[in-house]
Nanobody, 118 residues
Framework: QVDLAESGGGLVQAGDSLRLSCAFYGRTFSLYVMGWFRQAPGKERELVAEITSGGSTYEADSVKGRFTLSRDHAKNTVYLQMNSLKPEDTAIYYC????????????WGQGTQVTVSS
């Protein structure tokens, strides 16, 4: 069983920065791809960014150049650094994990609210 604990959300103004953290518990961290998803009101959940065990990353076009995903294997934690935040980044952000041998994300955190005011 994998447990994920997110932190770092909040209310900020447009142009500000936030860093989300996701602590991973229960299994071998290096065997999991880690991702951040978000869901805005009335919209489907979307993948924001993901990172492999080796540190290769993918970022959605909507956040590329503004958001950076990293992972610390010593702390079993992933970080989503969000810069130049926009009102359209407002959403609940979810951390997720998937075994490197499987295609789908199987483990999800509770979510953390990010609100960006204009």
């Amino acid at each position: 069983q994998v447990d994920l604990a997110e932190s770092g959300g909040g209310l900020v103004q447009a142009g500000d920065s936030l860093r989300l953290s996701c602590a991973f518990y229960g299994r071998t961290f290096s065997l999991y791809v880690m991702g951040w998803f978000r869901q805005a009101p009335g919209k489907e959940r979307e993948l924001v960014a993901e990172i492999t065990s080796g540190g290769s990353t993918y970022e959605a076009d909507s956040v590329k150049g503004r958001f950076t995903l990293s992972r610390d294997h010593a702390k079993n934690t992933v970080y989503l650094q969000m810069n130049s935040l926009k009102p359209e980044d407002t959403a609940i952000y979810y951390c997720a994990a998937k075994d490197i041998r499987t295609p789908n994300y199987a483990y999800w955190g509770q979510g953390t609210q990010v609100t960006v005011s204009s």
